[in-house]
């Protein structure tokens, strides 16, 4: 049986964003099943009951679940273009910056975007972006990988992309290019990755979503 | 210089004690710098500066934080006693679910345990245990079959700390009756050689809990609800 990939998830999701970079990185065919969240399917309640989001992977009928976890699987089972470093220290360090994208980078980035750009709030996403904007500098490459895309840069999608589109949305500026020159270039770069720019949603569309979802306070 | 292994930790701290627990497993000799956190070293904040906390590993030099990350480095970097499965479906697996002890369970059990067991927090609470008690399936011994694996390492805080918490405080949160296998699974655990010479006495956290909940506001507790992982 050849390998069977279907991927669960919404164009509009960066989290399933990062599984399909990932896959096309590797170039992995896969399916894309779209899934409605208001209606989620018995599939994706079967596949992820702990969670019951999104993205799903089912490799030939075997279901993961949390896309750093999934994105990291991938790197496990298909050779080719690394998505970790093969050094133990470096893969620690890459977990690391990952895991605190995911833990602490997010939450504060989400915070902004719901109170519409409060100077509290946007004040702590700058203490949690400036430990990004020091890494980039530190490295003095292109990608959080080095001179390619690594898991660092992945879990950092929705700070490349979403980010720009929801401050449209809201006429609100977190990520300021003199404050943060060094992720506003990175983020550049990432998404002119082929392989991340092929699973991106249309931005007019993102950020129509986000005039919808958060638009008038 | 080569190969020195440091632990900067505390005793109390379930986190800490993960990373003990994947050292003594591993076999792996270093040495233990106990950290005053109201008075944080040089050293902690200079291998830590993101974060500031314990546990940071210290490995012929290089600092590794966060307790689960230092843990699968451990499992990179030392080969013998494997804390993750080989198959990759199974690793994800293991990640998965100690992902889950780390994001879910541990703050909502905290969580009922700070509250006194607070009516939501302690269904809310259930909701995510219950999960975990569905995981030990029939002839299962640890979450990682026959020997323990990083997802038992996750959940020591489960095993070891909360029947501290709820003796102090009176509570029966992870009670046999509900929970058969997660109770029995805490027995086996905790008995395990390389996990007992890691944890901290009893009688320690009797005690730290019984003043904790005495004085909510206490530095320590605050501490503790940001998380030392």
Avoid at chain 2, 4 to 29: H, M, Q, T, W
Avoid at chain 2, 94 to 117: L, M, N, Q
Wanted: with cysteine; net charge neutral.
């Amino acid at each position: 049986m050849a390998d069977e990939v279907k991927l669960y998830g919404v164009p509009g999701s960066p989290y399933v964003s990062r599984v399909t970079t990932a896959l096309k990185l590797k170039g992995i065919n896969y399916e894309l099943v779209v899934e409605d969240l208001s209606n989620k399917s018995a599939d994706l309640l079967k596949y992820n009951p702990v969670h019951k989001k999104i993205p799903v992977l089912v490799h030939n009928g075997k279901p993961i679940s949390e896309s750093l976890v999934i994105v990291e699987y991938i790197d496990d089972v298909w050779k080719g273009v690394p998505v970790l470093p093969q050094d133990a220290y470096e893969k620690a360090q890459a977990r690391f910056w990952a895991k605190f994208i995911d833990d602490k980078c997010m939450p504060a980035i989400f915070k902004t975007i719901g109170s519409h750009g409060q100077e509290q709030v946007v004040a702590e996403a700058h203490e949690q972006l400036q430990f990004l904007e020091n890494e980039l500098n530190v490295k003095g490459k292109k990608f959080f990988g080095g001179d390619n895309i690594n898991l660092v840069d992945i879990a950092a999608t929705f700070i490349a992309y979403w980010l720009g589109a929801a401050e449209e949305a809201l006429g609100i500026k977190v990520l300021s290019k003199d404050k943060f020159p060094k992720i506003t270039e990175w983020g550049g770069n990432y998404i002119n990755c082929q392989v991340v720019k092929e699973g991106l949603p249309p931005r007019d569309a993102l950020v129509g979503f986000f005039k919808k979802r958060f638009g008038n306070a | 210089m080569a190969d020195e292994v440091k632990l900067y930790g505390l005793d109390g701290s379930p986190f800490v004690c993960r990373v003990k627990i994947a050292l003594n497993l591993k076999k792996i000799d270093y040495k233990f710098v106990v950290e005053d956190l109201r008075n944080k070293s040089a050293d902690l904040l200079k291998y830590n500066p993101v974060h500031k906390k314990i546990p940071v590993l210290l490995h012929s030099g290089k600092p590794i934080s966060e307790s689960l990350v230092i843990i699968e480095y451990m499992d990179d970097a030392w080969k013998g006693a494997p804390l993750l499965p080989k198959d990759p479906y199974e690793k994800a697996q293991a990640r998965f679910w100690a992902k889950f002890v780390d994001d879910k369970c541990i703050p909502i059990v905290f969580k009922a345990i700070v509250s006194h067991g607070e009516e939501k927090d302690l269904a809310e609470a259930h909701e995510q245990l219950q999960f975990l008690e569905n995981q030990l399936n029939e002839g299962k011994k640890f979450f990682g079959g026959d020997d323990i694996n990083l997802v038992d390492i996750s959940a020591t805080f489960i095993a070891y700390w909360v029947g501290a918490a709820e003796e102090a405080l009176g509570l029966k949160l992870v009670s046999k009756d509900k929970y058969p296998k997660l109770t029995e699974w805490c027995d086996n655990y905790i008995n395990c050689q390389a996990v007992k010479d890691g944890l901290p006495p009893r009688e320690i956290l009797l005690g730290f809990f019984k003043m904790w909940f005495a004085t909510p506001n206490s530095f320590v507790y605050n501490e503790f609800l940001n998380k030392s992982s």
